[in-house]
């Protein structure tokens, strides 16, 4: 079965950046959508930056231009770079895949942007 694990997560102050990775374990034979999402507390959960199939990419309005997300295939990692970074990007973020008529979360990494 398919485990994703996140890493990367920390405390920086505004304006600094963190590169949060997630790494899939087990076998995975076709990618529907993988990226990231995140909650903030008191705030429901969001997407921040995904790959659908064919290698499109979407975003947040809140995060575009500030947020990357790569891949490394050979890794099996999802990298999200994450640049000059605000208080209201304080949240847990969590490794998304959908793949096979399956969906799979990460436990989550929590990132705080200190104001």
């Known amino acids: 079965q398919v485990q994703l694990v996140e890493s990367g997560g920390g405390l920086v102050q505004v304006g600094e950046s963190l590169r949060l990775s997630c790494t899939a374990s087990g076998s995975i034979f076709a990618i529907n959508v993988i990226g990231w999402f995140r909650q903030a507390p008191g705030k429901q959960r969001e997407l921040v930056a995904g790959f659908t199939s064919g290698s499109r990419s979407n975003y947040a309005d809140s995060v575009k231009d500030r947020f990357t997300i790569s891949l490394d295939n050979a890794k099996n990692t999802v990298y999200l770079q994450m640049n000059s970074l605000k208080p209201e990007d304080t949240a847990v973020y969590y490794c998304?895949?959908?793949?096979?008529?399956?969906?799979?979360w990460g436990k989550g990494t929590l990132d705080t942007v200190a104001s």
């Open positions: 998304y895949l959908d793949s096979r008529g399956m969906q799979y």
